[in-house]
């Protein structure tokens, strides 16, 4: 059955990119896509069943995380991250054909397009008016309706909108990257590839020793966190909770493990799920913390519990 996804558009976004990418690694899915407006867009078109899934960005190696996404994750209805793409990021100044320098005074981009060009607009273009889209396809989309003067976007905007390159890989970083996320309703995670990331949302309370405490709880079970970001509770100021991405699936034994102690401690907010990491190498557990160290300790507790005592039990 062909599914439908949802993603940040309209048609030329890096998103788009990002989505090609996860398709290009399920190639048996049949799949229509549907450019959104934004990303609370896209995920309430999921969230409502209008979309299987939806793809959006949530960090970006220059800017760091993407707070509207992150903030859809943590308050809104639970979805779960059943995929990731990673995209290298190049930024064009486009405008109408025979525009001329003098001719720009409003430049438009999504937010964190415009941070990554912020160096160049300042030498170049200082004058210039910077104007906020939804995205950066949509600031080209403008431009060729004529509404703005130029766009910061993906060079595959361009083309789509019939505008011409002013200026060519403008941005501050030159291998800036972006980190996409498939969500979906919550169901039954991929199946563990050996190299996977679980990510997670905590909330402790707010007194000494309260994230230590769950940290140390990861680092205990040997899982390698690779990400700690707070953000807002939105019910008092001051107050935050964590968004956390470890090294590993929770099929595995101190993964299941490290949940099953949250869940405990009243800490887990939510896990925003278990799939395949598309860059990188998971560390490496140490001997304590294999999934063999996990099923020998297993055994011997229950051997222990029948009164059968082995070598080093």
């Known amino acids: 059955m062909t599914q439908r996804w949802a993603y940040l558009g309209p048609e030329g976004t890096f998103t788009e990119q990002a989505v090609q990418s996860i398709l290009a690694r399920n190639p048996d899915v049949p799949v229509d896509l549907a450019p959104s407006a934004g990303v609370s867009a896209a995920l309430d078109q999921l969230r409502s069943g209008e979309v299987d899934a939806a793809c959006v960005p949530l960090e970006n190696s220059v800017e760091g995380a993407v707070p509207l996404t992150q903030d859809e994750l943590t308050h809104g209805e639970p979805l779960v991250i059943t995929a ?18 003098g001719a720009v005074r409003t430049v438009g981009s999504h937010p964190h397009g415009h941070a990554q060009v912020r160096d160049w607009l300042a030498e170049h273009l200082p004058s210039a008016e910077i104007v906020m889209t939804p995205s950066t396809a949509a600031a080209a989309a ?90 807002p509770t939105r019910s008092k100021l001051g107050e935050y909770v964590f968004l956390i991405d470890t090294d590993g699936h929770i099929a595995e034994p101190a993964m299941a493990d490290l949940v099953a102690a949250l869940i405990r401690r009243s800490v887990m907010m939510r896990w925003l799920g278990s799939y395949p990491r598309m860059v990188g190498t998971n560390v490496p557990a140490p001997d304590f913390a294999t999934d063999d160290a996990y099923d020998a300790a297993a055994l011997a507790v229950s051997d222990l519990r029948t009164g059968l005592l082995r070598d080093g039990g």
């Open 84 to 101: 990731e793409a990673f995209v290298p990021v190049t930024f064009d100044l486009l405008v109408r054909p025979g525009t001329d320098a």
């Open 142 to 231: 403008a431009v060729a309706a004529g509404e703005i003067d130029a766009a910061v976007a993906a060079p595959v905007a361009g083309s789509r909108h019939g505008l011409t390159v002013f200026a060519h890989d403008i941005g501050i970083v030159r291998d800036a990257t972006t980190r996409f996320v498939l969500l979906r309703r919550p169901g039954p995670p991929p199946a563990p590839t050996g190299n996977d990331r679980t990510s997670l949302i905590v909330s402790v309370d707010n007194q000494p020793g309260a994230l230590l405490s769950v940290l140390s709880e990861i680092a205990n079970r040997g899982i390698n966190m690779t990400r700690l970001e707070s953000r």
